[in-house]
T-cell receptor, first 113, second 112 residues
Framework: SQTIHQWPATLVQPVGSPLSLECTVEGTSNPNLYWYRQAAGRGLQLLFY??????ISSEVPQNLSASRPQDRQFILSSKKLLLSDSGFYLCAWSQNQGANGYTFGSGTRLTVV | DAKTTQPNSMESNEEEPVHLPCNHS???????IHWYRQLPSQGPEYVIHGLTSNVNNRMASLAIAEDRKSSTLILHRATLRDAAVYYC?????????????FGQGTILTVHP
């Protein structure tokens, strides 16, 4: 069966520090991968998506970047965190352009102080 | 992206059916209708999806209007564990690489 792992679950980082959140998927190959952010407790905003290794599309201008070094690994990064980067970050994957639904990770609660 | 409109909140009693409405008047012919729900501090959970015909699974039923401009998620017997935020989302599939555009969703409260 397919599973998605996302870590860490919670993170408190000072302003100006770097960030690296990792997401891995098991039990499938060549998935579409997504990073979402939920800032206010409701409504998710798509940040990045990837349809293959090394292929990253950004949806909104921001202080973050994403990379996909392996087929089932998706990384969200920042060189210098801002207070506004605080939020709940979620990784998700899909097959067949999402025709059969999406599976989300358990999320990372990031607080920038 | 085509948008959806949902009530901000709804309430139900335990073991009663719940009908969660969603309007999507600008839906295109290839858009799938997806429903997800989210518990506090957790990632969204897939509930059900459909294109034109009504759909049933172990979690819920999805009733799609004939003109596809609205749909209803049906929880046949609400339990306390069904209390969550429910999102109705249109997925354009291959034309958008499967990207989902989330709205504010409906907060469902279930009373014992």
């Amino acid at each position: 069966s397919q599973t998605i792992h996302q870590w860490p679950a919670t993170l408190v980082q000072p302003v100006g520090s770097p960030l690296s959140l990792e997401c891995t998927v098991e039990g499938t190959s060549n998935p579409n991968l997504y990073w979402y952010r939920q800032a206010a407790g409701r409504g998710l905003q798509l940040l990045f998506y990837s349809v293959g290794i090394g292929q990253i599309s950004s949806e909104v201008p921001q202080n973050l970047s994403a990379s996909r070094p392996q087929d089932r690994q998706f990384i969200l990064s920042s060189k210098k965190l801002l207070l506004s980067d605080s939020g709940f970050y979620l990784c998700a994957w899909s097959q067949n352009q999402g025709a059969n639904g999406y599976t989300f990770g358990s999320g990372t609660r990031l607080t920038v102080v | 992206d085509a948008k959806t409109t949902q009530p901000n909140s709804m309430e139900s009693n335990e073991e009663e059916p719940v009908h969660l409405p969603c309007n999507h008047s600008t839906i295109s012919g290839t858009d799938y209708i997806h429903w997800y729900r989210q518990l506090p501090s957790q990632g969204p959970e897939y509930v059900i999806h459909g294109l034109t015909s009504n759909v049933n699974n172990r979690m819920a039923s999805l009733a799609i209007a004939e003109d596809r401009k609205s749909s209803t998620l049906i929880l046949h017997r609400a339990t306390l564990r069904d209390a969550a935020v429910y999102y109705c989302i249109l997925n354009a599939g291959g034309t958008s690489y499967g990207k989902l555009t989330f709205g504010q969703g409906t907060i469902l409260t279930v009373h014992p």
